[in-house]
């Protein structure tokens, strides 16, 4: 789990890294920035990192759990976790909309991509 944790969290740095450099697009200069940034605007990197590593969290700890109603409300917890942290990017004047939108569903695509990986190779039953 912790492998799997690690690989997904760096992954998902990495194809912020990779689509910013790739697209290049300035930060909003609409509205004044809360904070100060420096880098491309698209994707949010925030928002790819926070979806992959919450969305894994919540993978890996719905396994400990046995009925559909605590799986579901992990699943809803990291959900309210991405969506606020994509919306404090918003916020702070550093995003676009669309940076933080298309930041979350690359990392939760990352996630889920990752999980699938990992339930093939370790979780399944051996012949």
Known sequence: AAIHLMITSSGGFYISMWTKSLISRPRPSIIPQLIHTSGFSYPSGHSIT????????????CRHFQTLSTRISLLILAGIMIALISFSRI?????????????????????????????????????
């Open 50 to 61: 926070s979806a992959a590593i919450y969305l894994t969290m919540a993978i890996l700890a």
């Open 91 to 127: 916020y702070l004047g550093v995003h676009y909309p669309s940076d933080t939108m298309s930041g979350a569903l690359l990392g939760l695509a990352w996630a889920l991509f990752m999980a699938s990986l990992f339930a093939k190779t370790h979780f399944a039953k051996k012949a």
